[in-house]
């Protein structure tokens, strides 16, 4: 059966699916411990392992997207379930002992490394505390899933709004005037964004930035609070000094200082560039208002709009009809196509979960590699950003891997869907992951499979796919006007490219500000820690925008609860991307050969090695900082 199916099923059929994924679960428990220590007891263990994480998986995309909050509910109740039993199983040391005593010295590297970070994720989650130390354990990992469900819920279900005067839409595309002649417009992604970007009308601009920064306002502060005390609560029993130094320890970057030291290195990297850009910002505001002093948070995106085309004749709204969404999703798939010989067919008649989803199956000399499904457009209830969720994870001789892109696109109706280009680039990001999660998905050991590598790596995939976003050679293929089916020019390309130049800086050191709130809540007990004060010094710090009162942006920060203190990781991830770029901006964006060798040494061995080693397998060396200075400073 095609797991995604059970995300259309009726609500019985869910809930036994799952308490057989479970079962399945325990059952493999079981015969490992039955056992003598051995190879077959690691193999019990990843079939565990692979059952608790599918169960988990699909509950997680259920409560995210579907269209009945009924069954959204469930989603919840289902992940609080699989994780439940994934953080019991975790603290048996019963199940613990006969693994620790395989020995698997004359196994191959990706035995042998599965086996060290099994061991290690079992003492990280505390099998070797004393009983009363493992039920608080237990407990608080039971709660955490809890108030993250909720954290996340309260976001997703808080859709802010403005009035505005119809003379406020001056600015925007006519298709958004069109679709706006209500002058509601909303904080979801496909009403903020171009508002933001194109409005002409500041005090529009600065109801709807704050409406933005109030989403999910009260309810996530005594949240957040909550999760931040849990976690360093656990990490104290599991004996690290915070929740931080607790994350990064099995990362690439190894510890919380460490961390601290990337973030300090890319903003101090980023300093003069976004000095830069700031003046170029307030000169240009100064055109509309001489006594202007300092640039807010609702005008930097306008005013980069303007900047751009007046220094660089690029108007990005001039770019959105070569950007329609379906072209450009065939253009995503023809050009990953030829890259990696792959053949991307629709299944017309697969059971989804919501009308507008649409399912393809992969294949690869006429051979199913695996399956994704597109779910593209907002409704309500519906997670609100971009993102892979996985399905089902793939493993050699068993199931084939399944994915879904859920993504809050503007919808096609009277009015083609039309994309801004950095959409596009968000569609060829998700994409990445989902090729990683494909690729990766016949290794030998499922706790292996896909993007189980490690967490500050992940990202480099998709990072680097963004790169065919931006080169002449690719757009050409897929990006054509709307009506006369031309291709975009090779000169509107080049200025696309100059005025993306203008806010790099801004935007490396408004990351960083990111990067430091996500460790920074982390990195000491919470006891009394105003997350409001926090957030806006550090607003402060790392970009030139003032703290606005009566506006929280951590509560809507949703990377706070699935990635905690490790939002580092996108800089960290996208400095290696620009390395690993290198290889195909020498050889050809296109070279199938490049491609083949890319998916062998970066994708398909998902997480059987380190990721280092997977890198240095690619480059013929470890990776290196200049690429990303280069891109910069460039």
Request: proline share 5%.
């Amino acid at each position: 059966m095609i797991a995604a199916s059970l995300l259309s099923a009726p609500p019985g059929e869910f809930s036994r699916a799952h308490g057989e994924g479970l079962s399945r679960a325990r059952a493999a428990v079981a015969r490992l411990k039955s056992l003598s220590p051995s190879l077959e007891g690691l193999r019990a263990w990843d079939e565990a392992s692979l059952a608790l994480s599918d169960a988990s998986a699909r509950a997680s995309l259920l409560r995210s997207v579907h269209p009945d909050a009924a069954m959204r509910d469930l989603g919840e109740r289902c992940e609080q379930e699989a994780e439940a039993l994934s953080t019991e199983l975790a603290l048996d040391p019963d199940v613990y002992r006969p693994l620790s005593q395989i020995d698997a010295s004359g196994e191959d590297e990706a035995t042998r490394w599965v086996l060290f970070r099994t061991l290690r994720d079992f003492r990280r989650a505390g099998v070797d505390k004393d009983a009363h130390t493992r039920a608080r354990v237990r407990a608080l990992n039971e709660e955490l899933v809890r108030v993250g469900q909720e954290f996340q819920r309260n976001i997703r279900d808080d859709v802010g709004s403005i009035e505005i005067d119809p003379t406020a839409l001056a600015g925007l595309p006519d298709d958004y005037v069109k679709a706006h002649q209500s002058g509601i417009i909303t904080t979801d992604y496909p009403d903020y964004i171009p508002f933001m970007t194109y409005a002409r009308s500041s005090p529009a601009r600065e109801k709807l930035w704050k409406a933005y920064r109030r989403r999910a306002h009260p309810k996530n502060l005594e949240v957040l609070d909550r999760m931040l005390a849990r976690r360093f609560e656990l990490a104290q029993l599991l004996g690290y000094p915070s929740w931080a130094e607790y994350v990064t320890e099995d990362k690439m970057i190894g510890d919380a200082r460490a961390a601290a030291d990337f973030i300090e290195r890319i903003a101090d990297a980023a300093e003069v560039r976004a000095g830069e850009d700031i003046r170029t910002l307030l000169a240009r505001k100064r055109k509309d208002d001489p006594a202007a002093e300092r640039v807010d948070a609702w005008d930097a995106e306008a005013l980069k709009e303007r900047v751009r085309a007046e220094q660089f004749g690029f108007d990005s709204q001039s770019v959105r009809p070569y950007f329609e969404l379906q072209r450009t999703l065939d253009g995503l798939l023809e050009i990953t196509a030829r890259m990696f010989g792959v053949e991307y067919r629709r299944l017309v008649d697969a059971p989804v979960w919501h009308p507008e989803v649409t399912a393809f199956e992969v294949l690869e000399q006429g051979r199913p590699v695996g399956l994704f499904y597109l779910d593209l457009f907002p409704r309500e209830g519906k997670y609100k950003h971009a993102a892979q969720f996985t399905i089902a994870s793939g493993v050699a001789g068993g199931a084939l891997p399944e994915g879904a892109l859920v993504c809050n696109f503007p919808r096609p109706g009277a009015q083609p869907a039309l994309l801004e280009h950095s959409e596009a680039v968000t569609l060829f990001h998700e994409f990445g992951h989902l090729l990683h999660h494909l690729f990766g998905g016949r290794p030998r050991w499922a706790s292996a499979s896909g993007v189980r590598t490690e967490w500050d790596f992940v990202e480099a995939p998709s990072q680097m796919l963004e790169e065919w976003c931006w080169d002449p050679s690719v757009l050409q293929r897929f990006a054509r006007h709307v009506e006369s089916g031309e291709p975009l020019p090779a000169e509107s390309i080049a200025r696309m490219r100059a005025a993306d130049e203008i806010g790099k800086g801004l935007r490396v050191r408004q990351q960083m500000f990111y990067a430091a709130t996500s460790l920074q809540f982390h990195d000491r007990d919470p006891a009394g820690l105003d997350t409001t004060a926090l957030a806006n010094e550090l607003q402060e710090r790392y970009t030139p925008v003032q703290r606005v009162p009566d506006t929280y942006f951590q509560e809507s920060f949703g990377h706070l609860e699935g990635y905690s203190a490790i939002y580092y990781t996108y800089m960290w991830s996208l400095v290696i991307a620009k390395d690993l770029f290198g290889a195909f901006r020498r050889e050809g964006l296109l070279n199938p050969q490049t491609a083949a060798r890319y998916r062998r040494a970066i994708l398909e061995p998902g997480g059987s090695r380190p990721a280092a080693e997977l890198v240095k397998s690619f480059l013929g060396r470890e990776a290196s900082f200049e690429a990303f200075a280069q891109w910069l400073n460039g």
